[in-house]
């Protein structure tokens, strides 16, 4: 009986999360932050580049550590502002 139990509340679980995240998917966020988002994104590329140019002339001792921070936020911000506009594919047009 207990594992019949812990089997039915792990597959609710599964399912609860499958659901929340197709809606977050499906979902695009207010237009005060899809406008933040594409303002960030607008200028980040030049601010990584300067960093990583401060940081390398400078000779820091961890630039290449954060120089790689500083791409990946900008791929991050690249990534929002794409779903922020509507490009990137939801699970369900992925599948079309």
Same mark, same amino acid.
């Given at each position: 009986?207990?594992r019949? =139990?812990?089997?039915?509340?792990?597959a609710? @679980?599964?399912?609860?999360l499958?659901?929340?995240?197709l809606?977050?998917?499906?979902?695009?966020?207010p %237009?005060?932050? %899809?406008d933040?988002?594409?303002? /960030?994104n607008?200028?980040?590329?030049?601010y =990584? /580049?300067?960093?990583?140019?401060?940081?390398? #002339? /400078?000779?820091?001792? #961890?630039r290449?550590?954060?120089?790689?921070?500083? #791409?990946r @936020?900008?791929? =991050? @911000?690249d990534?929002?502002?794409?779903? /922020?506009?509507g %490009?990137?594919?939801?699970p369900?047009e #992925?599948?079309q």
């Amino acid at each position: 009986m207990r594992r019949q =139990v812990e089997t039915i509340l792990k597959a609710l @679980l599964a399912a609860s999360l499958a659901s929340s995240l197709l809606g977050c998917a499906a979902a695009r966020p207010p %237009q005060r932050i %899809q406008d933040a988002i594409h303002t /960030a994104n607008r200028y980040m590329p030049e601010y =990584v /580049a300067e960093a990583n140019k401060a940081l390398a #002339d /400078a000779e820091h001792p #961890d630039r290449e550590r954060l120089a790689g921070i500083g #791409d990946r @936020l900008a791929e =991050v @911000l690249d990534a929002l502002d794409r779903w /922020a506009s509507g %490009q990137e594919k939801t699970p369900e047009e #992925d599948k079309q």
